[in-house]
């Protein structure tokens, strides 16, 4: 970084040289106009990059349009990694908690494809046997309507069932 440079003079011998010292280098210059020029030379570079840089706002407290998350597209996305993950398996006790991670991890990688600036993924995935017994889930969350969202599917074959949400927060 050339503003990060630091420049230190130190005094040298009974000659009257001295030593500047440019972001670790030394060069040894007469007191001179070499001295002015190099200081002239800095001083220049250092208003070139100020007149480039042109600050931006960065506090941004909604989402733009486009930049929202949208459950339809998020719904899509969660009903086709169930079904691409357990279309023809059966149920398996040991094997569950392995393909739930494998489908929490896709389904979060599918929504990182999204490119949606300052969203935080949460995803969760439940898979049980097909005993034909009712299951009830629910979530309490706190947030803000306007820009957090959230989207669910539920994949059902002969042996399992499985409820797999994906929630989206808006990172103020």
């Known amino acids: 970084q050339r503003l990060g440079s630091v420049v230190k003079t130190v005094r040298a011998g009974k000659k009257g040289r001295q030593a500047h010292l440019i972001g670790g280098t030394e060069l040894a210059v007469a007191r001179s106009e070499r001295t002015q020029l190099v200081l002239n030379r800095l001083r220049h570079a ?3 990059l100020m007149a480039e840089y042109e600050p931006t706002n960065t506090y941004v ?10 459950p339809g597209v998020v719904q899509e996305i969660i009903h086709s990694v169930l079904t691409a993950q357990l279309a023809g398996k059966t149920y398996s006790s040991a094997e569950a ?3 739930t991670a494998a489908i929490c991890a896709a389904i979060r990688e599918k929504l990182k ?14 898979i049980g046997e097909q005993r034909g ?5 629910a979530v ?5 309507s306007d820009a957090d969202s959230y989207a669910q599917d539920v994949f059902m074959n002969e042996t399992l ?12």
């Open 46 to 48: 250092t208003a070139d």
């Open 61 to 70: 407290i909604r989402p733009t349009y486009q930049n929202k998350f949208k």
């Open 97 to 99: 908690p392995t393909w």
């Open 113 to 126: 494809e999204l490119r949606l600036e300052r969203y935080k993924f949460t995803v969760q995935a439940v």
């Open 133 to 137: 017994e009712g299951v009830k889930m």
């Open 140 to 144: 309490r969350c706190l947030w803000d």
């Open 161 to 172: 069932f499985c409820v797999a949400a994906a929630f989206g927060v808006y990172y103020y």
